[in-house]
C-alpha cells in the first residue's frame, strides 16, 4: 500500500499546483456557464502559500504531488454563532489517484490546521449538480446547508 503524506505547500510547488488549478476550472465548466471562456485562474497560488492566513496543502505518494486543497480564514457575517471560520476551496486530485482517500487526506490535515487556530466551523461550497463531490464531502462530515441561485435576465 502507498504511503500517502501531506504537507504544507512551498513555492517550488507552484508550477503543479498552477496545473492543478486548470484542472478544478475545467472540472467546473460545465456545472458553471459564467465561467470566462479561455484561459482563467481563480486564485493568486503564489501568494495563498505565503499568507499567514491561508493553509495550501499537498498530497504526495512517493514524492509525486498529487492532491491538493486549501483553507482560507474568513470573517463570518455579524449574525452568526462564529465570528470566523475556515473556507475549504482548490480541491483536487489528480485523475490516476481518485477514488484513493485524497480528499479525505486533505480534508483531515486542513481541519487540524484550522484547529490550531482555534477554529470549530469549516465551510466550503460546491455546485449541486457535481454529485461526486457532495457524496466525497458528505463522506468526510460535511452536510449540505444552503443552496445559492442565480438568474441571467439577457
Known amino acids: 500500500m502507498e504511503k500517502i503524506i501531506t504537507r504544507k505547500a512551498v513555492l517550488e510547488d507552484l508550477e503543479i499546483l498552477l496545473g492543478f488549478e486548470q484542472g478544478v476550472i475545467t472540472?467546473?465548466?460545465p456545472f458553471d456557464v459564467t465561467i470566462n471562456k479561455g484561459h482563467v485562474?481563480?486564485?493568486d497560488l503564489k501568494q495563498m502559500i505565503l499568507s499567514d492566513d491561508v493553509e495550501v496543502i499537498v498530497a504526495e505518494i512517493d514524492s509525486k504531488i498529487i492532491a491538493c486543497g486549501y483553507a482560507l480564514i474568513k470573517k463570518a457575517r455579524p449574525y452568526?454563532?462564529?465570528k470566523i471560520y475556515t473556507y475549504l476551496g482548490f480541491m483536487y486530485t489528480d485523475p490516476d489517484y481518485r477514488g484513493r482517500g485524497m480528499n479525505q487526506k486533505i480534508v483531515e490535515a486542513l481541519e487540524d490546521w484550522s484547529t490550531s487556530k482555534?477554529?470549530?466551523e469549516i465551510r466550503l461550497t460546491v455546485y449541486s449538480d457535481n454529485i461526486p463531490a457532495i457524496?466525497?464531502?458528505?463522506?468526510v462530515g460535511?452536510?449540505?446547508?444552503?443552496?445559492?441561485m442565480r438568474m441571467d435576465r439577457d
Open 142 to 148: 460535511f452536510k449540505q446547508h444552503i443552496v445559492e
Open 41 to 43: 485562474n481563480y486564485y
Open 135 to 139: 457524496k466525497a464531502y458528505e463522506k
Open 27 to 29: 472540472a467546473e465548466r
Open 118 to 120: 482555534g477554529i470549530k
Open 80 to 82: 452568526l454563532d462564529h
